[in-house]
């Protein structure tokens, strides 16, 4: 089954340090692509970062990176020197053929 | 970047009429856009998929009539809530995929909140 879960319902974060969002996934195919999105109060979802199943390196994007363990299937999301403004939903999600699908989301709250 | 945008933002109106929400790819053209509703703290569920020029492919347990999507030129797609009852109101969210982008990434519009009387 082509799944995607996130187990972290809620995090908290001291401002100016660094967070780890859990992603894991299960699919059979060997071509995918994993992402995460971020979704503040106003409710627009943000493209982060992109990782493909045959990049040999972890994305990085600016402050973002993906801890991407292919064995393991998991693709965590990795914010450092977390800033008030990080605080917000953030989803991981799945690109099958044709559709994305979205992991249950994890509210992360950034404390000053 | 790629942008998307969604009109309109708001939306309240009455039990038993329609509403009409637009969904377009500012800077580039998508074949492809996808249609989610999200209840509040929950997860995005796809609707439907609009293909341009061809029918949408609705998901399970998505009421084709009841949310008509209309995809007709390669910017814009449309999705009317024919008859909205109050447990239609919802968070309406719209994507549009980008072919030229890497891992075809989905870039998503603001929303639309609905409120059904």
């Known amino acids: 089954a082509q799944k995607i879960t996130q187990t972290q319902p809620g995090m908290f974060v001291q401002e100016k340090e660094a967070v780890t969002l859990d992603c894991t996934y299960d699919t059979s195919d060997p071509s995918y692509g994993l992402f995460w999105y971020k979704q503040p109060s106003s409710g627009e979802m943000i493209f982060l970062i992109y990782q493909g199943s045959y990049d040999q390196q972890n994305a990085t994007e600016g402050r973002y990176s993906l801890n991407f363990q292919k064995a393991r299937k998991s693709a965590n999301l990795v914010i450092s020197a977390s800033q008030l403004g990080d605080s917000a939903m953030y989803f991981c999600a799945m690109r099958l053929p044709g559709k994305l699908i979205f992991g249950q989301g994890t509210t992360l709250q950034v404390k000053p | 970047g790629a942008v998307v945008s969604q009109h309109p933002s708001w939306v309240i109106c009455k039990s038993g009429t329609s509403v009409k929400i637009e969904c377009r790819s500012l800077?580039?053209?998508?074949?492809?856009m996808f249609w989610y509703r999200q209840f509040p703290k929950q997860s995005l569920m796809l609707m439907a998929t609009s293909n341009e020029g061809s029918k949408a492919t609705y998901e399970q347990g998505v009421e084709k009539d009841k949310f008509l999507i209309n995809h007709a030129s390669l910017t814009l797609s449309t999705l009317t809530v024919t008859s909205a009852h109050p447990e239609d109101s919802s968070f309406y969210i719209c994507s549009a995929r980008d072919l030229g982008r890497e891992g075809e990434t989905q870039y998503f519009g603001p929303g639309t909140r609905l409120l059904v009387l």
């Open positions: 800077d580039f053209q998508a074949t492809t």
